[in-house]
């Protein structure tokens, strides 16, 4: 399987203003394996997320609202935007999703739970024209193509985010939250029973050497199994 990798440090560009919030971010971050540029005014941010892997924007901003520096950045570059700010009202989360952000954290929060949104957007982000193969099935994001030995597996466009996402580390276990979020919507409201209904539908289009396993309470994972024999 071949899957974009970060063999030096990921780089977040942490736009915010206030230094003492701005500190423990930076220093917490840096305890996960992050490099942080900070950048204390939206138009610093604006050219710093041109070298970053992810970036980190606060919405309270002294030059520049928040929400214009999202929609600058995303107008420039296709690099992860992540909101954490103390607006938590879910018009404030939606307008942030709509204007081209990634997530939207709502203050506060631990750093662990920072640390592991970060990683899982990046993910969410393969290098383009970068195809996944896994148990003889290949998947291209590009052109939202899943191919069995050459064959359509013709999945809709929620199975094939859900493969292409549980494709991503095979083996891993994919937690449910995270399945909702990624392929649905960060602020999902609709029926928990969506996903186990996609999975039941996209396990019928694998071939018998790939499986779907359930972690009860948990989520989902991708595994390769024995075909059975004749």
């Known amino acids: 399987m071949r899957v974009t990798c970060h063999h030096l440090p990921m780089r977040v560009v942490l736009i915010e203003d206030d230094p003492s919030m701005a500190q423990p971010l930076i220093e917490g971050l840096a305890r996960h394996g992050f490099e942080v540029q900070w950048a204390n005014t939206g138009t610093q941010g604006i050219e710093d997320a041109r070298a970053a892997?992810?970036?980190?924007?606060?919405?309270?901003?002294?030059?520049?609202?928040?929400?214009?520096?999202?929609?600058?950045?995303?107008?420039?570059?296709?690099?992860?935007?992540?909101?954490?700010?103390?607006?938590?009202?879910?018009?404030?989360?939606?307008?942030?999703?709509?204007?081209?952000?990634?997530?939207?954290?709502?203050?506060?929060?631990?750093?662990?739970?920072?640390?592991?949104?970060?990683?899982?957007?990046?993910?969410?982000?393969?290098?383009?024209?970068?195809?996944?193969?896994?148990?003889?099935?290949t998947i291209d994001r590009d052109q939202h193509s899943a191919t069995h030995e050459g064959t359509e597996l013709g999945l809709t466009p929620k199975e094939f985010e859900l493969l292409a996402v549980l494709a991503e580390e095979p083996g891993r276990v994919v937690p449910r939250t995270e399945l909702y979020a990624r392929i649905w919507d960060p602020v999902w409201v609709g029926s928990g029973k969506s996903l186990d209904v996609h999975v039941t539908t996209l396990r019928k289009k694998l071939p018998p050497t790939i499986a779907i396993e359930a972690v009860r309470g948990v989520g989902y994972r991708l595994a390769e199994q024995s075909a059975p024999s004749d």
């Open 53 to 137: 892997d992810v970036v980190l924007l606060d919405l309270g901003l002294p030059d520049i609202d928040g929400l214009e520096v999202c929609t600058a950045i995303r107008q420039r570059s296709e690099v992860p935007i992540l909101i954490v700010s103390a607006r938590g009202q879910e018009s404030d989360r939606v307008q942030g999703l709509e204007l081209g952000a990634d997530d939207y954290i709502v203050k506060p929060f631990s750093m662990r739970e920072l640390a592991a949104r970060i990683r899982a957007n990046v993910r969410r982000r393969p290098a383009a024209n970068e195809a996944m193969e896994f148990g003889g099935i």
